[in-house]
């Protein structure tokens, strides 16, 4: 069974949910009540709720877990903890966006710890691979590489700008919305590689 984990800033009328174990993460739980998502389990220390709030929360939920707010982990993984015992198979729906860019990064530090992670919004896709691996032209305009460590050798095929044997090291901006140019695309890489696929931001095109 796949494992839904939810958070607040993300519009869920964008995502079936239907054949998922659906987790609501604190705010992410009041997301869901209110996009008429039952929800499995909703996990948090709910400090970014009303008391009316979290009223609706218990009334959409089967399982509540609420947290103690002063804890050494977020809500997030907390939430990550329990959806292993489902499955391994976890996306978790936003997270991406907000305005508050730690709470971002800290979502994207999870995948020292869960490889197998799947992080998704409206806009964007976020996974990790540590193997060649082909990927199909889809509904993502933008497809960016980052490198978790400085030992990652890379080669791209079937995208606008391809790759040989390139040392791709942490924090090397080169391969940043590169785009598909075949229905296919290969990668081949000897490490961890995060992949962030993105749609078209009429904004900046």
Same mark, same amino acid.
């Given at each position: 069974m796949k494992v839904a984990l939810i958070l607040f800033d993300v &519009?869920?009328?964008d995502f079936n949910l239907e =054949?998922?174990?659906? +987790?609501?993460?604190?705010?992410?739980?009041?997301?869901?009540?209110?996009?008429?998502?039952?929800?499995?389990?909703?996990?948090?220390?709910?400090?970014?709720?009303?008391?009316?709030?979290?009223?609706?929360?218990k009334n959409n939920s089967n399982n509540i877990i609420k947290l103690n707010p002063i804890k050494d982990t977020t809500d997030t993984e907390e939430a990550l903890k329990n959806a292993l015992k489902i499955s391994d &198979?976890?996306?978790?729906?936003?997270?991406? =966006?907000?305005?508050? +860019?730690?709470h971002f990064l800290s979502i994207l530090s999870l995948f020292n710890k869960y490889s197998k992670l799947h992080i998704v919004d409206n806009n964007s896709h976020i996974f990790l691979i540590d193997k060649n691996f082909i990927i199909k032209k889809n509904e993502y305009k933008y497809i960016s590489f980052f490198s978790l460590d400085n030992n990652?050798?890379?080669?791209?095929?079937?995208?606008?700008?391809?790759?040989?044997?390139?040392?791709?090291?942490m924090f090397?901006?080169?391969c940043v919305s590169n785009e598909f140019v075949k229905d296919i695309g290969k990668i081949e890489a000897n490490n961890k590689l995060l992949v962030v696929l993105s749609k078209s931001d009429n904004l900046f095109d």
């Open positions: &519009d869920l009328k =054949s998922y174990y659906t +987790i609501g993460v604190d705010k992410g739980a009041l997301n869901a009540s209110l996009s008429n998502i039952h929800l499995d389990l909703a996990i948090g220390d709910f400090d970014s709720v009303t008391e009316d709030e979290f009223d609706i929360i &198979d976890i996306t978790i729906f936003g997270g991406i =966006s907000g305005k508050r +860019i730690e990652l050798i890379l080669s791209l095929k079937g995208f606008k700008y391809e790759l040989s044997n390139y040392n791709l090291k090397d901006p080169l």
